[in-house]
């Protein structure tokens, strides 16, 4: 396609909502245009961008034996009040958008798939010979932020790829976990990204442990802590002030 016959529109100055770098320029170079507070239009140049970024995703995500999937945007609120987290999600935290259809049915627009992909699984894995079984998408999530800030980066409608795995056993997920550990280290690296994994708090998803990857730049709400040599990072709510690995001084058994 010639560049005359492309959606390419410029702009002179600066928006004013725009704060960062990145934010200007995706606005002054016609990549994406704002309909509304944290919501965009991905134009055309930025459209082939995105499928360029979903495509390493992919191929990593393949490589490691996951398949791609597509859920519903719209969730009913029984399976979330089943799991217990539609009143953590609705009122307390209050980022789910929650709407009510022409039947008084209640539903949210997912903010994330655990409830759904679960409702999936139970249904379709009837022997333990289909596990372990890893389940992704790329899809696009809403969540009600109080501050859409930094253009593409807090926004309340974004594209995210989520994966769901389910096991037989803890050897197997953690089997699962390092391969889709060394999958994201992969999709950072061939996207020309600098970035650190670190320890981070579950918040309301939950789980018994959370791990990160923090791309590093001057722009951001998240602080970091790490060592240089590697063998130790974590964000700022979750760091110790010692390393957990450091050696007990040998004047702790001194007596006065």
Known sequence: MRLSQMLLVTLREDPVEAEIPSHKLLLRAGYIRRIGSGIYAY???????????????????????AQECLLPQLQPSELWKESGRWDTYTKAEGIM???IDRQKRE?????????????VAKDMIRSYRQLPLNLYQIQTKFRDEIRP???????????????YSFHTDH???????????????????????????????????????????????????????????GKYSANLEKAVSLPPDLEPSPYNTYEK
């Open 97 to 99: 958008f929650a709407l």
């Open 171 to 229: 050897e197997s997920l953690k089997k699962t976990y390092q391969a889709m550990d060394q999958a994201y280290r992969n999709m950072f690296s061939r996207s020309g990204l600098e970035f650190r994994a670190v320890e981070a708090d579950s918040g309301a998803i939950g789980g018994s442990g959370s791990q990160e990857f923090m791309v590093l730049a001057d722009a951001g709400e998240d602080e970091i802590l790490y060592t240089e040599d």
């Open 107 to 119: 539903l949210g627009l997912g903010p994330t798939h655990e409830e759904v992909i679960t409702t």
């Open 149 to 163: 800030r930094f253009g593409l980066m807090r926004g309340r409608e974004f594209i995210m790829k989520d994966a």
């Open 43 to 65: 134009l055309p140049m930025m459209w082939r961008v995105l499928k360029k970024v979903s495509q390493i995703v992919r191929e990593e995500m393949d490589a490691t034996g």
